[in-house]
T-cell receptor, first 116, second 110 residues
Framework: AQSVTQLDSQVPVFEEAPVELRCNYS??????LFWYVQYPNQGLQLLLK??????LVKGINGFEAEFNKSQTSFHLRKPSVHISDTAEYFC??????????????FGTGTRLKVLA | ETGVTQSPTHLIKTRGQQVTLRCSSQ?????VSWYQQALGQGPQFIFQ???????GRGNFPPRFSGLQFPNYSSELNVNALELDDSALYLC?????????FGSGTRLTVV
């Protein structure tokens, strides 16, 4: 069975500092990996995704993530955070359903709090 | 191109009542998935509809049911509401790939 573990429930960081949000997954098959952001009282917005190819994936808002198959990790990074990055971040894997479509399996989320 | 629209945005129901949540999928998307996000948790897969048929279901009881219409919009119905059903319900539509999420419906059961 596939699962996703987000190792930190909360990450406080000062503005303009770098940040890394950790995500580990378990799967016996090839996976597609995603990071989503959720601002208060809003839905989920896709930050970036890994489907295949280069293990370093660049997303929106200056975020990037690296797929590490040997460590089964997909950590999210940003070199310099802004106050506006304060939000909940979810790591997810996709799982194929019978029709060839996908569902997501999400981690429990990491709350990023950017401090002035 | 319109995105995914969910209605209502908020509602309050009494334990034991029934509720219907609605989702208008993004133009051209034939697949709709529903997720439940309890407070402080990640979204949990409820079920998916693909071309008007249920195409996969998570660990939710039968009182959670759904429909998909010919225009690919969808409804989520929950009968006999329980306090633990209080959550943000998210809908995602897709076409042969990743989903686009709506802003959700916040359901409070009292």
């Amino acid at each position: 069975a596939q699962s996703v573990t987000q190792l930190d429930s909360q990450v406080p960081v000062f503005e303009e500092a770098p940040v890394e949000l950790r995500c580990n997954y378990s799967s016996s098959v090839s996976v597609y990996l995603f990071w989503y952001v959720q601002y208060p009282n809003q839905g989920l917005q896709l930050l970036l995704k890994y489907l295949s190819g280069s293990t370093l994936v660049k997303g929106i808002n200056g975020f990037e993530a690296e797929f590490n198959k040997s460590q089964t990790s997909f950590h999210l990074r940003k070199p310099s955070v802004h106050i506006s990055d304060t939000a909940e971040y979810f790591c997810a894997v996709s799982r194929t359903l019978t029709s060839g479509t996908y569902k997501y399996i999400f981690g429990t989320g990491t709350r990023l709090k950017v401090l002035a | 191109e319109t995105g995914v629209t969910q209605s209502p945005t908020h509602l309050i129901k009494t334990r034991g009542q029934q509720v219907t949540l609605r989702c208008s999928s993004q133009s051209g998307h034939n697949t709709v998935s529903w997720y439940q996000q309890a407070l402080g948790q990640g979204p949990q897969f409820i079920f998916q509809y693909y071309r008007e048929e249920e195409n996969g279901r998570g660990n939710f009881p039968p009182r959670f049911s759904g429909l998909q219409f010919p225009n690919y919009s969808s409804e989520l119905n929950v009968n006999a509401l329980e306090l633990d059903d209080s959550a943000l319900y998210l809908c995602a539509s897709s076409l042969e790939g990743q989903g686009t999420f709506g802003s959700g419906t916040r359901l409070t059961v009292v």
